[in-house]
């Protein structure tokens, strides 16, 4: 089942980065990430009301799911959305799924998992993948900085600190609801936050021709987070954090197909997608 969910969640933070990236023709990354961290809390927030007992909320474990918030989607997700804007989805998404080597060093320390060999070569074949991916150019059709990269890495670094501290709190009281309802919501914060400090209303660039994409994004990224946390409640790290990382793939399949006015995909971007694929399924089969 973890592998599932994960794929799952794989499948729909892709459709969420093809979403946002239409969006921000017209808009920018702060306002993306506002309006759809904004609906994922809203809706994950009302599901865990009707889900979860009263008494669960006040639990301690609930911590480790508020600071797992402000790493991601708070961090992780903005950053991405800025990568997104900045140097493309072909280029800032697989850059910031490197966050399972991240995640997998730090599980192997902090929650005492077992990196297996066949786990090893398949993250070391998605990282693989992810590094040609990110030194093709497929960035787009507009010019970009390498200084743009820092954006996806430090996003990257976001997700694995935060999917352990999901599987921290997941392992004290395993309820993915309510899990996922205060990550959420946390990163919502953070999100109005960053946009306060950057003017508030005056950044929030919210149009007719984008927000259909960014509301639809925020769909996708709620189904997603849903999906993660079920997995990470099957499954370790290990495994549930490189397969929701395989999501790349599927977004240079979409860009392939939704994106082609916006950028372009090379011969050296199948390549990386192809060594993605293979580490996905040498985790899957463990």
């Not at 493309?88 to 902090?110: E, Q």
């Not at 290990?238 to 399949?253: A, C, D, G, H, K």
Request: aromatic residues 12%; glycine residues 8%; charged residues 10%.
């Amino acid at each position: 089942m973890a592998e599932y969910f994960a794929l799952q969640a794989a499948f729909f933070f892709a459709t969420s980065h093809i979403l946002i990236r239409r969006g921000l023709v017209t808009s920018n990354a702060v306002t993306g990430s506002f309006v759809s961290l904004g609906m994922t809390a809203c809706i994950l927030a009302a599901s865990a009301y009707f889900t979860t007992p009263p008494g669960a909320f006040w639990q301690p474990a609930v911590f480790y799911f508020l600071a797992a918030g402000i790493f991601a989607p708070g961090i992780g997700r903005t950053l991405t959305y800025v990568g997104i804007e900045r140097i493309g989805v072909a280029r800032s998404v697989p850059i910031s799924n490197a966050s399972p080597m991240f995640a997998s060093i730090l599980a192997v320390f902090i929650l005492g998992e077992q990196w297996k060999p066949q786990n090893f070569l398949g993250t070391v074949l998605v990282i693989a993948g992810i590094a040609i991916l990110s030194a093709s150019r497929a960035g787009g059709k507009t010019e970009w900085r390498r200084a743009d990269i820092v954006f996806p890495v430090i996003a990257a670094l976001a997700f694995g600190i935060s999917t352990n501290l999901r599987k921290l709190g997941l392992m004290e009281v395993n309820r993915p609801f309510m899990a996922a309802a205060f990550t959420a919501s946390t990163a919502f914060l953070f999100s109005a936050s960053l946009l306060a400090s950057q003017g508030g209303t005056k950044a929030l660039k919210l149009k007719r021709s984008n927000a259909p994409w960014f509301f639809a994004a925020g769909l996708a990224n709620t189904s997603a987070t849903l999906s993660v946390f079920h997995a990470l409640s099957y499954g370790d790290v290990v495994v549930v954090e490189p397969l929701t990382s395989s999501n790349p793939v599927f977004s240079l399949i979409m860009s392939a197909l939704f994106l082609r006015d916006l950028e372009s995909i090379t011969r050296r971007v199948v390549i990386g997608a192809l060594c993605t694929v293979v580490g996905t399924i040498l985790v899957v089969t463990r």
